[in-house]
């Protein structure tokens, strides 16, 4: 074929320029480490650089809210800790109070030493995170979340109130997950059931005037939760809507103690109030027995048999005409038992029948210190459970990063063994091609005539 | 018979020295552009009759030729042509490519800051610094938008610049070609010898027009040619240049097109017919990559800033404020704003149109969040005698309908993510160009008011709800998702439902309620009870009659007893709620995009991956079709091109011709006086 002189100088930079463009994109890619330079390089591999690179980024905002749970909860577990040990010696407290020898000065130092207590049971309930927010107040975290109230005579001291609500404070540590960092007041300190969690037990006096006998109730139990709450959720006929109670009430059929259930509920106000109504047939009593909830209504109404599917124990002597109150549990904040236990120590006992009266009132409360102990334990247990959830997620945080790392440097980055030795090649190319060049350029007939 | 011997030297040096001026014009033109090599064409003179025969009566130039074929040029000239088109267009995407995709200067950086800074107010609802930050972010957010909106807007005023300055040479060359028509017709018909050069001149005139756009030629019996473009359409006529023109797109008033000149006017010439060359490679690029990857860019911050406010809408700021505030309130629902779908109406529309309009859906939500329907098309509403037809330009499917409003029903089936008004019916040939998001991202902004004051980012969750105190059950109450429209559905706070024999009670006069998303039940009193479920989703309804639809779900779960209550406040004094910031901040992975199928950072990554692609492709058409050129070009170098060596060796033989012919007059001279010696003796 002919070739023409300017064909012979155009290919040959031609293909000098070529070379030079490769070894340049080469230089680049060494130079900045990327295989890629931009996504026409390999435009699937840019797309899917783009996606990891955010979920990547995304997995690491996931590990910074995890961390960030993490430390508030620590810090919550801590309180926690702090409250389980104060209630600890307030139960001790409570139990050594209960040591009938103890004289009125007795009862009275033990008072003022949980009064302290509780002066610093309300510095953990209003403790604030480094942020200044308060830990247990749900989303009020700038307000106070415990105060006392005014004091309503003729109570000296005002009841501690709860203003914060049952929010809760939620971080995204997962892609599908997001969880409280905050435990509220009102689950840890107001929500407390009273009495064994399911009822409370109680005396409820004898005629106006408190129980004779030396009859003391035991917290009881719930035998079968099921009986229970199908009991109470309309499967016993109460008389009333409120002040669902029933009470156990003591009298003497031919020299033998002997016991009769009533419902004491009433209708709500403004309607009448209603006599109770006996549910069970009189039965004999023996001290220490256990008195199963099982209610028949009495005639003339046809007999329906209810059991509750708990029972009660009332140890010792009950006079007749005393009284015993069970009554499904209602909240009562930990401060509230703490306030009566207080009020109950300074009360000095004047006659047997006030210590007897005193012994059960604070057995109660010994029920409702370990109640709130209960509820600390699973509040910690929750908080312990999340941190643990917090530790999985971060190994697998952690876990992700390093395989997004891999795949990203996979997709971006350079072999440099072989972006060098593509370099060399390339070199010795261009340099073959120069050489080539400028031999074939010095070819002229010119030079000979 | 001297003066034969010596008639017949003389033109042997006369034809030698024509071929020795011929290879020197070819030495000295041997790098010029367009040049095709000549050669000097000898004959031999007619021989004259003697006794003994023909005598030959030397040599003469028939004519100087150059070595050029047609067939070989116009192989250039296409091969030049889609080169040209495709560098054009792949210099162009190369530069979009490059701007998305840049890890500093791309999206991605700015959208990841954005939402990271959204959970840091999550985490820390109250903390001003956090809310400070979101807004700062957002401001970056929507710079990177508005500046790669407009680069992209800057791209469309250089192809403007561009086409223009395309035109004028287009122009020029065509003035030029006309010239020499003009020229060679003089030349060839004085003398009856092809003008070589100014054939060359011509043929390389073609050939640098076809670099700029697609040009056939045809050639005529005078020696001229004429020169067409696009489908026929003359440029050159003989000794004519009609030329190109621009204007201004009737259809689209920002656009410049290539228009024909046809009488006083100009002609828009459609974009389909201008291929080829550098103004095809421009004019196919705006068309097909350009509008393209605009309107995408888009509808990404159109997406984002709609369903981020339709989400912060259902929202409480720090002081306490929401939808739920009673008026005069500071509440703030939209974190940004961006301007509606632009409609423009054609230049030569009948002049009883009306004005048309268009605005976004607002966003639908699905479970929980939001997401628009939104394309990358244009769209075109037009007048017919039978009402108006919407065309998607992408893929011309069409919505047909007795006016806008049976429009408005079509796309409500079929969301486009935007709906039409008008401000009357519109006349048969009435044409407007709907283009939703195509400037979009340069128009987005940060609402002011939040910039002014980040304690208005809506953060909180504007009711939240409790179990009653003297509860005895085991109820627990969620708690609650908001849904758009819900202080329809809540009415007036609080809300203090009772449980009581398996029915819930107190739910607000007037309200529906429908659990599991099952049929709706009217609360006609507040005695009214709904069936108690445990975990079922409680959805509470606005009145009958209410538009949007409007919701607020929760769910009560566990086993309540008779008495026990639930209730839904205003969540006043929340200082430490982030909820609605975790939901802004799952913005970020939820497919809230292209009808629930992307998300922003998806949607985003299509169109990097979709340029690159396309970057890609025309690097590998190119460089197929430089190797074409390059081909072509050698075909017609082989033949035309000048060869210095062979020059050279030309050199030596006219030369060598020309002693030779030299050397024969000597001898003839030689004779004579050999006679003139015999004469004189």
Redesign the interface.
């Known amino acids: 074929m002919r070739i023409s002189t300017s064909q012979l100088y155009s290919s040959g930079t031609a293909g000098i320029e070529r070379k030079q463009d490769q070894l340049l994109k080469l230089q680049n890619q060494l130079s900045t480490g990327r295989r890629l330079l931009t996504p026409a390089d390999d435009p699937v591999a840019a797309a899917r650089t783009l996606g990891l690179t955010q979920a990547k980024e995304i997995e690491g905002q996931y590990a910074r809210n995890q961390a960030d749970a993490t430390d508030r909860l620590r810090l919550v577990d801590s309180q926690l800790t702090a409250l389980t040990d104060l209630l600890q010696s307030v139960r001790s407290r409570v139990v050594q109070a209960g040591n009938t020898v103890l004289s009125d000065s007795d009862r009275q130092a033990i008072a003022s030493e949980l009064a302290a207590r509780f002066d610093e049971m309300l510095g953990i309930a209003n403790s604030r995170s480094a942020e200044g927010e308060y830990l247990f107040s749900g989303y009020q975290g700038a307000s106070q979340p415990f105060a006392r109230s005014a004091a309503l005579p003729p109570a000296t001291t005002g009841l501690v109130g709860y203003s914060g609500d049952d929010g809760e404070r939620l971080l995204q540590v997962g892609a599908s997950r997001q969880l409280a960092t905050n435990v509220t007041g009102s689950e840890l300190f107001m929500d407390i059931r009273a009495g064994n969690g399911s009822f409370a037990t109680a005396a409820s006096g004898n005629g106006g005037l408190a129980n004779q006998g030396t009859g003391l109730i035991e917290a009881g139990s719930v035998l079968d939760r099921e009986k229970w709450v199908t009991a109470l959720d309309g499967g016993f006929p109460w008389q009333g809507s409120s002040n669902r109670e029933l009470q156990i009430r003591f009298s003497s059929v031919a020299g033998v103690s002997s016991y009769q259930l009533f419902d004491v509920s009433t209708p709500p106000p403004p309607a009448a109030t209603v006599s109770p109504l006996a549910v069970s047939p009189v039965l004999p009593f023996t001290p220490g027995q256990a008195i199963p909830l099982i209610t028949t209504s009495q005639p003339p109404a046809p007999p329906v048999s209810t059991d509750f599917g708990a029972q009660v124990v009332i140890n010792g002597s009950p006079a007749a005409g005393d009284s015993f109150a069970v009554t499904p549990s209602v909240n009562k904040s930990v401060f509230q038992t703490m306030q009566e236990m207080i009020d109950l120590l300074r009360t000095p006992l004047s006659s047997s029948v006030a210590r007897m009266a005193y012994s059960g009132q604070l057995q109660a409360h010994l029920g409702n210190v370990d109640q709130a102990l209960v509820n600390v334990a699973e509040v910690q247990a929750s908080v312990g459970t999340r941190l643990q959830t917090l530790e999985n997620l971060s190994n697998n945080s952690a876990a992700f990063d390093i395989q997004y790392q891999q795949s990203l440097s996979d997709l971006v980055d350079l072999d440099y063994v072989k972006a060098i030795s593509d370099f060399t090649r390339e070199q010795v190319t261009l340099e073959a091609a120069q050489k080539s060049f400028a031999t074939i350029s010095g070819l002229s007939l010119f030079k000979y005539i | 018979m001297g003066s034969g011997i010596l008639g017949t030297g003389v033109s042997g040096l006369y034809a030698a020295q024509l071929g020795l001026q011929t290879t020197e014009h070819n030495i000295a033109n041997?790098?010029t552009p367009g040049f095709s090599?000549q050669r000097a064409i000898q004959g031999s003179n007619p021989g004259v009759v003697t006794g003994a025969g023909f005598l030959g009566q030397g040599t003469q130039v028939v004519t100087i030729e150059r070595q050029y074929n047609r067939f070989l040029a116009e192989q250039v000239d296409r091969a030049q042509s889609s080169a040209s088109e495709l560098d054009s267009y792949s210099a162009q995407i190369?530069q979009i490519?490059?701007l998305?995709?840049d890890a500093s200067a791309g999206l991605?950086p700015a959208?990841?800051d954005f939402?990271?800074s959204v959970?840091q107010v999550?985490?820390?609802?109250?903390?001003l610094p956090s809310r400070q930050a979101m807004i700062s972010t957002a401001q970056g957010l929507t710079a990177r938008y508005q500046s790669l909106g407009t680069q992209l807007a800057q791209m469309y005023e250089s192809i403007n610049g561009e086409i223009k300055q395309s035109v004028t040479t287009i122009n020029s060359y065509a003035e030029q070609i006309a010239g020499l028509n003009d020229r060679i017709g003089i030349a060839q018909a004085s003398t009856g010898q092809p003008a070589n050069d100014l054939l060359d001149s011509r043929d390389h005139l073609v050939a640098e027009l076809n670099k700029l756009i697609k040009a056939r030629t045809s050639s005529n019996s005078d020696g001229s040619i004429n020169v067409f473009v696009g489908s026929g359409q003359q440029l050159v006529v003989g000794s004519q240049s009609i030329g190109l023109a621009t204007t201004v797109s009737a259809s689209d008033p920002s656009r410049l097109v290539v228009g024909l000149k046809s009488g006083a006017g100009v002609q828009e010439m459609p974009e389909t017919l201008i291929n080829g060359g550098a103004l095809g490679g421009l004019v196919t690029f705006r068309r097909e990559s350009l509008d393209r990857v605009s309107s995408d860019l888009g509808r990404n911050a159109v997406s984002l800033a709609l369903t981020f406010n339709a989400q912060s809408a259902l929202g409480q700021d720090l002081l306490g404020q929401s939808l739920l505030s009673p008026p005069p309130s500071g509440f703030s629902p939209a974190m940004f704003s961006v301007t509606e779908p632009v409609v423009l109406a054609n230049a030569k529309n009948p002049a009883s149109s009306p004005t048309v309009s268009a605005a976004f859906v607002t966003p639908i939500p699905f479970g929980g969040n939001f997401y628009t329907d939104l394309g990358v098309s244009d769209y075109r509403l037009s007048g017919d005698a039978s009402g108006v037809v919407l065309t998607r330009l992408s893929d011309n499917k069409q919505w047909a309908g007795g006016d806008v409003g049976a429009i408005n029903t079509l796309l409500a089936s079929d969301p486009q993510g935007f709906t039409l008004s008008a401000s009357g019916s519109l006349p048969a040939g009435a044409s407007y160009l709907i283009q939703p998001t195509r400037d979009a991202a340069r128009k987005i902004t940060v609402n002011p008011a939040l910039v002014a004051d980040p304690r208005l980012i809506p953060a909180?969750g504007p009711v939240?709800?409790?179990?009653g105190?003297?509860?005895?059950?085991s109820g627990q109450i969620s708690?609650g998702a908001v849904g758009p429209g819900f202080p329809a559905a809540v009415g007036a706070l609080p809300i203090n439902l009772v449980y009581d024999?398996?029915q819930l009670r107190n739910f607000p006069v007037g309200a529906r309620v429908s659990i599991d998303g099952g049929p709706a039940q009217l609360i006609g009193a507040a005695t009214d009870g709904v069936a108690y479920t445990s975990g079922a989703s409680i959805i509470l309804l606005g009145p009958a009659n209410t538009t949007p639809p409007s919701s607020f779900s929760l769910t009560i779960s566990g086993?309540p007893?008779?008495?026990d209550t639930f209730q839904l406040v205003r969540?006043s004094?929340?200082?430490?709620?982030?909820?609605n910031a975790?939901a802004l901040?799952?913005l970020?992975?939820l497919d809230t995009m292209s009808g629930k199928t992307a998300s922003f950072?998806?949607a985003?990554?299509?169109l990097?991956?979709e340029?690159?692609?396309k970057?890609?492709q025309l690097?590998v058409i190119s460089e197929a079709q430089q190797a074409l050129l390059?081909q072509a070009?050698?075909s017609r170098?082989?033949?035309?091109?000048?060869?210095?060596?062979?020059e050279?060796?030309n050199?030596?033989r006219y030369q060598q011709a020309y002693q030779a012919s030299a050397k024969a007059l000597q001898i003839g001279a030689s004779l004579f006086d050999t006679i003139l010696q015999i004469a004189a003796g």
């Open positions: 041997a790098n090599r190369k490519d490059n998305l995709a991605s959208l990841q939402f990271d959970q999550a985490a820390n609802p109250s903390h909180g939240r709800t409790s179990a105190t003297g509860n005895s059950g708690a024999s398996g086993r007893n008779n008495g969540n004094g929340a200082t430490a709620d982030g909820r975790l901040g799952e970020q992975t950072q998806e985003y990554t299509q990097v991956s340029s690159g692609n970057t890609r690097q390059v070009q050698a170098d082989a033949l035309s091109g000048v060869n210095l060596d062979e050279a060796a050199l030596i």
